[in-house]
C-alpha cells in the first residue's frame, strides 16, 4: 500500500508486464490497480497488451468486462461475431457473453480491461 | 440497450460530451459505459475532459476513483497536495480521500474515471 491515504499515481509502463500463459500467445497483462497490492474496494484495472498475431482465449465469465483501446488496432468476437476495434473504442462484454480478443495489425494491440474484484 | 447481448463498441468521441456545471469550469463528461443506458453491473466507466484552465471541484467521496490519462498533462490534489500526471499515467482516489484535477497545459486534459455504480 502507498503512503499519504493509500492513494497510487505510476506510469502504466512501470507496472510489471506478465505473461498471461499458454491459453493467450503473445498476449501481457499490467495489474494497474488491484484489490490486493492497491485495496481497489470493486473493481480492479489492467492494461492488456497483445503482439502482433497474438490472441486471447475464446471463453466466457460470470462477470463483465469493461475495455477502452489505448493504441494499435484489433477485433473482438462477441457470441462468435468479429468487430473491428481501434484506440479510443469502448467496449463493454456483460456477464456470461462469449468474447475474444486479438490483434488484427503489426503494432501492439493494448486495451484497458476492468473486471470486479 | 444494445441488441446482440447487450455489447457495446463505441468510439468515445461519439458519446455526448455533457457539462459538469458550475462547480467544475471548463470540464465535460461522457458515460461510456453507464448503469442505467447500458446495464453495467459493478461500475460505470466515464471520460472527463477539462479544457485549458479547467478544474473539477475539490471535494471528496465515500467510494473511489480509478483514473487513466489518456491525453495532455493535468495535475490531481490529494489531501492538499498536488501531482503532476500526463497521458499514460494510472490515478487511484481511495474512498473518502480529498481531491481534484485540474488542466495544467494548454491541451484538453483526457482521464478515464471509473466509479461504482
Partial sequence: ??????????????VEAKEFGDEAPGVKIRWLIDAEADGA????????EIDEGGNTPDHSHPFEHENFVVSGSGEVMIEGNWHQVKAGDVIFVPP???HQYRNAGSETF????GVPV
Avoid at 493494448?110 to 480491461?113: D, N, R
Fill in 110 to 113: 493494448k486495451f484497458l480491461c
Fill in 96 to 98: 456470461n457473453v462469449r
Fill in 41 to 48: 474496494p470493486v473493481y480492479a484495472l489492467r492494461m492488456i
Fill in 1 to 14: 500500500m502507498a503512503d499519504d491515504a493509500d492513494f497510487k499515481i505510476v506510469g502504466y509502463e512501470d
